[in-house]
């Protein structure tokens, strides 16, 4: 159990003993947990709580009186000087929390001991859950639009596994319909043509000999584009699938035809204007939506449906996370009303990625060298390495839009984040190869006592933390900055604490403070799909 879980545990043990009726009036029965804070000003604190504000206002109490009380409940308790030194209550009514030094050795020595095992969890107690992402249509190469939903959905992803879910990557092939025919017309350069630029010229000239069917060039044309672009952009980038699913398969197996069966035989379909309709009012949306269109051809939610159908249904996902760009924001409320009309309600959340666009010299870019149009990923490999594209996609939330500073990108100075961190990496490597990577005695770090020594443990302290936070809440923008922080403190420590002093007690544990960091920047890293060089 880490710092913050036990605070967690005894703040809600104390408050349940103490204001037992202050619960029952708030119609819970149990307190589900006590929000734990994280002070911005050390000196307030390595952790705080605010509760005793909320408490003695509704019993008009003095909050400080409150967290005075509590704060007693809670230093009782047997195991807390094993975690804390010191609970402080400040106005108005916080309690802060200060690590004690015995804590911080004692996560150090953890991490030596569990190594690349360091920060795994159970909170997904192996329920299966798949994260589909990219999943762009392939009718032409990957844009930087398309692009952001990769690495987010891919370290997305690397969270669940280290949180201890089962976790499937997939990505889902829209290679069936009116985008596969208007790619047909586009190769075939007739007056339907949609798509232009010089990947379509290579393909004009390479799929000639199909003379003029249109449906059948766009399906081949599509399956190249998937094996000779897609695949192998994903791939420069450090992404792979676990599965490649196509739409087609849904229509081959009649699984949309099953799907809709279903919805039919629940009542959840009705016929107006020579359409069929789905009732997705009678789950929230504002409009109900065409399932199949007057000329007898399915919509793209239809599908949709059925595929989703088919996850939870066939595949048993506990849990499924759609990624998807903020343009289809159109189309959320249809499907989650059907997977909720087929009895999988509160099972699918659909994560919207914001727009990104690339920035040279203050000003935005717009060209692309392959469509004369929206910038490709491809554009962007030739420019940068995957370490950075990667990082730098995933620097913001989701839901805010991603200015690229392709200028800072190119830095290989300590202005770029990833440089910075990976320099911190090289470092370790360094020190330690220097000590011919051995640490005869990494169990005892009891001669870590100066604060610089400390600031890094707390930083290494809070990598689970992470962890949790994240597969909770989604935000994959903290884990950039928690190895940007944990970089930054290592590089304070380094030029605070020499490492190969000749005291040799003091020497051990400064090495294995320092291995322990190199774990865990591994570790993060890992998850990032960032690589960690040893030398630069």
Not at 18 to 33: H, R, V
Not at 210 to 221: L, M, Q, T
Not at 388 to 398: A, Q, Y
């Amino acid at each position: 159990m880490n710092a913050r879980q036990y605070l967690t545990k005894i703040s809600r043990e104390a408050i349940i003993k103490l204001y037992p009726e202050w619960i029952t009036q708030n119609s819970s029965k149990e307190l589900k947990g006590v929000p734990i804070l994280k002070p911005k000003e050390k000196s307030f604190g390595d952790y705080s709580i605010g509760i005793a504000m909320q408490i003695a206002k509704e019993r008009k109490q003095n909050p400080e009186q409150v967290a005075e009380d509590l704060k007693e409940a809670l230093s009782k308790d047997d195991e807390f000087f094993d975690y804390f030194d010191l609970a402080q209550v400040v106005a108005p009514g916080f309690i802060n929390f200060y690590l004690s030094k015995q804590y911080l050795w004692k996560i150090g020595q953890e991490v030596l001991r569990r190594g690349s095992h360091f920060g795994n969890l159970n909170i997904g107690e192996k329920q299966k859950i798949q994260v589909e992402f990219v999943s762009a249509n392939p009718t032409g190469p990957l844009t930087i639009g398309n692009g952001r939903g990769g690495p987010y959905g891919d370290v997305l992803a690397n969270i669940f596994q280290k949180a201890g879910y089962q976790v499937r990557k997939a990505y889902y092939i829209n290679d069936y319909g009116n985008q596969i025919l208007a790619l047909g017309h586009s190769v075939l350069k007739d007056n339907e043509a949609k798509y232009t630029g010089e990947y379509i010229d290579k393909l004009h000239q390479e799929l000639s000999y199909y003379n003029g069917d249109a449906y059948k060039i766009g399906k081949r044309a599509a399956k190249i584009i998937l094996e000779k672009s897609i695949k192998p952009t994903l791939k420069k980038l450090n992404i792979q699938f676990d599965e490649w699913f196509s739409e087609t398969t849904l229509y081959k197996t009649k699984e949309v035809d099953k799907t809709i069966a279903l919805l039919k035989q629940k009542g959840f379909l009705y016929e107006k204007d020579g359409a069929t309709w789905f009732k997705s009012t009678e789950f929230g949306d504002e409009r109900d939506r065409v399932i199949i269109k007057s000329d007898g051809t399915k919509t793209y939610l239809a599908g949709d449906i059925a595929y989703h159908y088919y996850k939870f249904k066939k595949q048993k996902f506990n849990k499924v996370i759609d990624i998807w760009g903020a343009d289809h924001f159109g189309d959320v409320p249809g499907l989650r009303a059907g997977v909720e009309a087929l009895g999988y309600q509160g099972k699918l959340e659909i994560i919207l990625l914001q727009f990104v666009t690339i920035m040279k010299d203050g000003k935005p870019m717009k060209m692309s060298k392959r469509l004369g149009t929206a910038i490709t990923l491809d554009d962007l490999l030739d420019e940068l390495p995957a370490d950075v594209i990667r990082f730098f996609f995933l620097e913001k939330s989701s839901d805010t839009h991603l200015n690229f500073d392709m200028n800072l990108a190119k830095e290989q100075s300590e202005k770029n984040p990833v440089y910075y961190i990976q320099y911190a990496y090289a470092r370790i490597n360094s020190l330690l190869s220097k000590n011919n990577g051995k640490l005869k005695n990494a169990k005892e770090l009891s001669p870590l006592t100066k604060s610089k020594e400390l600031d890094l443990l707390k930083q290494i302290s809070y990598f689970p933390e992470i962890i949790e936070d994240i597969a909770k809440d989604k935000q994959v923008q903290h884990l950039t900055q928690y190895v940007l922080d944990l970089a930054a403190t290592f590089h304070i420590f380094y030029n605070d604490c020499y490492v190969l002093v000749d005291d040799e007690p003091l020497r051990q544990a400064r090495l294995s403070l320092v291995k322990a960091t190199q774990i865990v920047l591994k570790n993060t890293l890992d998850i990032l799909g960032i690589s960690a060089p040893k030398k630069m």
